[in-house]
């Protein structure tokens, strides 16, 4: 098979030129890094990805393969949605040959039959060091025909990755109604595994006209603000007193819907190795994690208080009120691959729904 040459053009001028390993297409985007060892088919599923071109770290990437990948399979144990999210993929050694016992596929073969382009032989070293000296930058990978540069974050991502109508998961007498902002396959599962049954809604979902005992927000990609729908939806269930919670977008939604202002990272934080106090107890969980924005809980509405922080940069991790009714974690208690350290506080939300 013949070389083809690609090139990474990033916005302050740089490129980085390497091997397209991938589908053969330009395509522009933000050029963001994760630090995780494993978990790229989770990685590259993760909604909240969407927009961006995903740098991986971890120097050799592809070694285990791809297992069976059904689009039409609502809830994947190997995958976090039935589509690829990045817009392109940057690694520094593809590896050609794989061994795992699920594997049916190499990551370089899903990627073309996917039309995701990637490329390799690159050193993501020193583009981690430029992205985090400089901040997250626009970016695009050049294979045949020059583009122009896209920024993400000036479009309403989570429209774009929330589901169109209602499903249904699991079976109880309890409901939770989860607002699908991008959201991950092992949050459902996480819920219908503890006896759950979950109503899934669009993002823009009026909850007026559901039934449902409690309300979760997922994750999702992009700027909190854009969503200005699931926010008014998050504050009537405020109002009401409806135990709601939520995770990574959902934090800050929350965050947004409770009076609470959001800002954009340097450069954010995707990886799974994140250090966050509780800071009641003061006790620390490693956590996996993957957003460009956060909630500044310096000025807080009255009865909210931060929950979580973390141990890295300072920034908010959680907020709780003071009814013990609405509370949020910027982190992923669902990770796929992990860490599991906080499944918990999914735990903790069931006792509340029970009133425990």
Known sequence: MKTQIAELHLENGMIFKGISFGYTASVAGEVVFNTGMTGYPESLTDPSYRGEILTLTYPLIGNYGVPEFNKEEKISEDFESGAIQIKALIVAENAKEYSHWKSTQSLSNWLISEKIPAISGIDTRLL???????????????????IDYYNPNSCNLVEEVSIDSKEIYGSDDKRIALIDCGCKSSIITNFVDRGFEVLRLPWDADLKNEEFDA?????????????????????????????????CLGHQIMALAAGANTYKLKYGHRSQNQPVMDLRTKRCYVTSQNHGFAVDDENLPEGWQPWFRNLNDGTSEGLIHESGLFKSVQFHPEAEPGPVDTTFIFDRFVDLIKGK
Do not use: C, H, Y
Request: glycine share 10%.
């Open 128 to 146: 981690t060091q430029i992205l985090r000296e400089k901040g997250t930058m626009l970016g695009k990978i050049i294979i045949n025909d020059n």
């Open 215 to 247: 309300l979760f927000i997922s994750n999702g990609p992009g700027d909190p603000k854009m969503a200005e729908k699931t926010i008014e939806s998050v504050r009537w269930a405020i109002e009401n007193k409806i135990p709601t919670m939520g995770i």
